[in-house]
């Protein structure tokens, strides 16, 4: 039996090839593996790959031990989407559960986002399609196609520059509107620490995952995107905490429905976070 309270199960996924921890191929499948041996493994997600890696990952994966669940990163855009899918099909290496796509920028989002989801209906099976939009230009319109074809959301939360974080008023805008489409979506950069915070390396200001589980849970529950902002912006780790010990496994199981992941370099950091709340058991 799983000792990862609901709220937190499978929600990491592991992106440790990607900024800034940039962790060699080899060692990144090496660690995966530890992290989903551990007593902690329901707390870890797929294996987060680019297109460009999907065979090298594969490879290294034959040679350590057996396949791996991936999402893949499309670097290409719509057109690299059926060859990741159909490299999966025939591998018995790796298991693509999801393939990750980035809208292009252009002045007419939601045209991109209809030759994505059009690329995804002629490949996809039982793999989940998470379309990042961003939250320029006519992005609800672009999320309305997202919707209608029945495929996730991506949010970048973070990145290497500060324009890359999002106010904690377009993440509430963003979870609303996500929710009032019943699109799913996970987060991905910048996202690894538990609680709203400052890095001490660059003053960037970092979002929590926490504060994106309860908001989600604030919005479920009817909340509006100044209360759902004001959660976000919270740097109350324990009153936080607190709030997530309240919800019910029902609760917590429909916040996980619609706010599915958040990709993150580092496994160990998000783990560490949620023991020092005493919101998973010190291992």
């Not at 690894?192 to 989600?216: K, P, Q, W």
Request: charged share 25%; glycine share 8%; hydrophobic share 45%.
């Amino acid at each position: 039996m799983s000792t990862t309270p609901a709220l937190f199960r499978h929600l990491v996924d592991d992106a440790a090839m990607f900024p800034p921890g940039e962790l060699p191929l080899a060692q990144a499948v090496a660690a995966h593996r530890e992290h989903r041996q551990a007593e902690y493994a329901d707390l870890v997600g797929p294996f987060v790959c680019t297109d460009e890696n999907l065979m090298k990952v594969a490879a290294e994966a034959r040679a350590t031990g057996g396949p791996l669940e991936v999402s893949v990163v499309i670097t290409g855009g719509a057109g690299g989407i059926e060859p990741a899918v159909r490299y999966g099909d025939r591998s018995a290496d790796v298991v693509v559960k999801a393939i990750e796509v980035r809208l292009r920028a252009e002045d007419d989002l939601s045209r991109n986002a209809l030759r994505v989801v059009r690329a995804c209906d002629d490949c996809l099976d039982e793999e989940n399609a998470f379309v990042e939009i961003g939250l320029d230009g006519a992005w609800e319109r672009a999320l309305d196609v997202v919707a209608d074809a029945g495929y996730a959301a991506k949010l970048r939360t973070g990145g290497l520059d500060p324009s890359l974080f999002p106010t904690a008023e377009q993440i509430a805008a963003f979870i609303t509107a996500c929710l009032d489409r019943e699109v799913a979506f996970k987060c991905t950069a910048g996202l690894h620490n538990a609680v709203r915070h400052t890095a001490a390396d660059t003053g960037f200001e970092h979002h929590g995952f926490l504060n994106v589980l309860l908001a989600t849970r604030a919005s479920l529950d009817g909340s509006s995107q100044d209360e759902q902002a004001a959660i976000l912006e919270s740097r109350d780790g324990e009153s936080l905490a607190a709030k997530a010990r309240e919800l019910t496994e029902d609760q917590a199981a429909s916040t996980r429905r619609w706010f599915t992941s958040f990709g993150s370099c580092s496994i160990d950091e998000p783990r560490h976070d949620l023991t020092a709340l005493g919101l998973l058991e010190a291992k």
